[in-house]
């Protein structure tokens, strides 16, 4: 005989109580275990965290690029890199090649 859906409801509210706390205790026997580690070897932050791990920044970044087109009329220039501005948009770029 199949169960009723208030039965199957109430059998996942109690499993859900259940998982949370059975996720409790092994997340504070986990946090226990770290910090016993941490206290035997004396550890630091920046030995488990260290600081160049997710705070990347490309080699390139900020770095100057020459320009490679010139705008005749006003001397305005651009790198190629980026939206392309409108003396340029449309146009054949090698006439602007500096």
Known sequence: MTASYKELVKQREALELQINEAR???????????RGLVAEYGLTQQDIFPAGRG????????VKVAPKYRDP????????????????QDQDREKFAI
């Open 73 to 88: 009329a006003t001397g305005q220039t651009w790198t190629g890199r980026g939206k392309a501005p409108k003396w340029i």
């Open 55 to 62: 705070t990347r920044v490309s080699a390139t970044s900020g």
């Open 24 to 34: 409790n205790r092994e997340l504070a026997q986990a946090v226990a275990q770290v």
